[in-house]
T-cell receptor
Framework: KAGVTQTPRYLIKTRGQQVTLSCSPI?????VSWYQQTPGQGLQFLFE???????NKGNFPGRFSGRQFSNSRSEMNVSTLELGDSALYLC?????????????FGDGTRLSIL | DQQVKQNSPSLSVQEGRISILNCDYT??????FLWYKKYPAEGPTFLISISSIKDKNEDGRFTVFLNKSAKHLSLHIVPSQPGDSAVYFCAAGTSGNTGKLIFGQGTTLQVKP
């Protein structure tokens, strides 16, 4: 069974640009969550999508957005990139995002802002 | 305000001995707790979970203990193996806020041969 797939694995951008990251969940999983990992802040929740609807949102500015498609694949977009956006962006999927269902993570996209 | 805390950034144990990783939380609404292991350049891997209706859950060499009154959980690895060397994250969630996990800062475990 294929795991969570994130593309691209690495990305280099400059300040002011925008970026789109992609996540394909495990087959049958309908909930997709996104996290940002930085050395100083650990893993921080960005948002969760379920059935093409944003169901939860973390404390990130509006420059961070996402969407989910009918096949449960999800994309995350960051506009007007800042140096502080350099991080590992992780996507996780679960069956329905319900209680007591673990999230399974992809290997992440390493975003570097120059 | 950090709702999930792992106060030990690192832990070193000898192969074959017990590893105990600790985690504290402040939000009494959390009712589901998980442990993840992370190797460099890989995403976190789910290890074990526990719901608030239990105080212990075991899976092979891994056991998680939950003390709700102290808002504390711990992961025991027995016996520890060199391949267990990784960063361990505890995470917490609530039934009513599915899909959102709050993570601790992580503890780096080194198991020496």
């Amino acid at each position: 069974k294929a795991g969570v797939t994130q593309t691209p694995r690495y990305l280099i951008k400059t300040r002011g640009q925008q970026v789109t990251l992609s996540c394909s969940p495990i087959s049958g999983h309908r909930s997709v969550s996104w996290y940002q990992q930085t050395p100083g802040q650990g893993l921080q929740f960005l948002f969760e999508y379920f059935s093409e609807t944003q169901r939860n949102k973390g404390n990130f500015p509006g420059r961070f957005s996402g969407r989910q498609f009918s096949n449960s694949r999800s994309e995350m977009n960051v506009s007007t990139l800042e140096l502080g956006d350099s991080a590992l962006y992780l996507c996780a999927s679960s069956l329905a995002g319900g209680s007591h269902q673990p999230q399974h993570f992809g290997d992440g996209t390493r975003l570097s802002i120059l | 305000d950090q709702q999930v805390k792992q106060n030990s950034p690192s832990l070193s144990v000898q192969e074959g001995r017990i590893s105990i990783l600790n985690c504290d939380y402040t939000n009494s609404m959390f009712d589901y707790f998980l442990w993840y292991k992370k190797y460099p350049a890989e995403g976190p891997t789910f290890l074990i979970s526990i719901s608030s209706i239990k105080d212990k859950n075991e899976d092979g060499r891994f056991t998680v203990f939950l003390n709700k009154s102290a808002k504390h959980l711990s992961l025991h690895i027995v016996p520890s193996q060199p391949g267990d060397s990784a960063v361990y994250f505890c995470a917490a969630g609530t039934s009513g806020n599915t899909g959102k996990l709050i993570f601790g800062q992580g503890t780096t475990l080194q198991v020496k041969p």
